[in-house]
């Protein structure tokens, strides 16, 4: 079914893949966080692409490929965090005033600005899709080649600068962990693609720069008070983003400082198998919990064997569906509802690469 729902998700005469089909069904009933999610996200499309190709969907991941290609043919400087289906660029947020939105929650908006919002782990990200293509055995055209090149040598400018990371944030921009960690994916995938055997120069500068954000991140995004990896450099504030850090290859599971931070998730930001993506002075019942981390949480306690836990989450996440075996964004456990846009394809995207991880057939991320 979520399979089923990806592929319903895909604008047929170009590939791109939409984030959600809805615009402003809210995150908080009768609250402003209402956004416009009819449109192609990179990010959510590269972790759509890893769900087709470990259910051995080729074809619909190579016309995603073709459609990113298109997208980001300018150049990295110009490329966007997402596009509209057809891979315009114009995406304005404005706001419908005459619509009370859903159950009283306003503004109702169209479009997004988050458009213009710099989200560096976007570029790790495309990069680890482009390598997870060359592992599946899928041809990669020279466009391709010409991509992974540009992207990364763009990456090696940019790492060091913040940004608005990987939820968004509408403040000002920080050094957000996650962005730095998926910096060094695309270091990582780069290294380790045929792409890189054509550029020695280029190869040679990003092994040091690899190892080089690598301890970064381990000096910066480590909270010694605390005693596990925060959500930003210098912060306190826990993050379920952290979850992906052993997903992606970063660190094992099973590394102390990563038990340490995926404990401290379960302890603060987790109950009764549902996951926050962060505790804020408003406190988690504010906002949904948000679905696609559980399914994180998941694939964290698998990698350390803790496989009957992790089996156990993934039914839960699978019991919150509704009767067509949708899922929204996320989910309010006081009032036993599905919340924001839906169908909602990050959550779906993380069930299904959850459920393949636990029978073992998840393509291996990483370099190499």
């Not at 995603?64 to 043919?73: G, H, M, Q």
């Not at 660029?89 to 419908?96: F, Y």
């Not at 603060?268 to 988690?284: A, I, Y």
Request: proline share 4%; hydrophobic share 40%.
């Amino acid at each position: 079914r979520s399979l089923l729902t990806l592929k319903a998700l895909i604008y047929e005469p170009t590939g791109g893949i939409v984030a959600a089909p809805t615009t402003s069904l809210p995150e908080v009933i009768g609250g402003h966080r209402n956004w416009d999610y009819r449109y192609c996200w990179l990010r959510d499309a590269t972790f759509t692409l890893g769900a087709f190709l470990n259910a051995g969907y080729h074809e619909e991941a190579t016309r995603w490929r073709d459609w990113l290609l298109r997208a980001i043919a300018s150049s990295p400087e110009k490329m966007q965090i997402m596009y509209r289906v057809d891979g315009g660029r114009r995406i304005d947020e404005g706001t419908i005033e005459w619509l009370p939105g859903y159950e009283g929650a306003a503004p109702v908006r169209v479009g997004n600005a988050a458009a213009a919002q710099r989200q560096l782990d976007v570029v790790g990200e495309l990069l680890d899709a482009l390598r997870l293509m060359e592992r599946a055995g899928i041809s990669q055209p020279e466009e391709a080649v010409a991509a992974n090149c540009e992207l990364v040598t763009y990456l090696e400018q940019v790492w060091h600068d913040p940004d608005h990371g990987l939820w968004e944030s509408r403040g000002e921009a920080r050094q957000f962990t996650y962005s730095k960690v998926m910096c060094w994916v695309g270091v990582d995938r780069f290294l380790s693609s045929g792409a890189a055997r054509t550029q020695p120069e280029l190869r040679d500068r990003l092994l040091a720069l690899g190892s080089r954000i690598h301890r970064e991140i381990c000096s910066q995004a480590w909270n010694h008070a605390r005693g596990h990896f925060v959500e930003r450099y210098g912060g306190e504030q826990l993050d379920a983003s952290l979850l992906l850090l052993p997903l992606v290859g970063f660190l094992p599971a099973t590394d102390p400082r990563m038990c340490a931070t995926i404990a401290a998730i379960e302890r603060e930001l987790t109950e009764d198998g549902l996951v926050w993506r962060h505790l804020r002075q408003e406190g988690p019942v504010k906002e949904g919990a948000f679905i696609p981390c559980s399914c994180w949480l998941a694939d964290c306690l698998a990698m350390q064997g803790r496989r009957d836990e992790a089996a156990a989450l993934l039914e839960r996440v699978m019991g919150l569906r509704n009767d067509l075996g949708l899922l929204s964004e996320e989910y309010h456990p006081g009032q036993q509802r599905l919340i924001g846009n839906f169908p909602q394809a990050l959550s779906h995207i993380a069930l299904v690469n959850t459920a393949l991880g636990l029978s073992g057939l998840v393509l291996q991320r990483g370099g190499g």
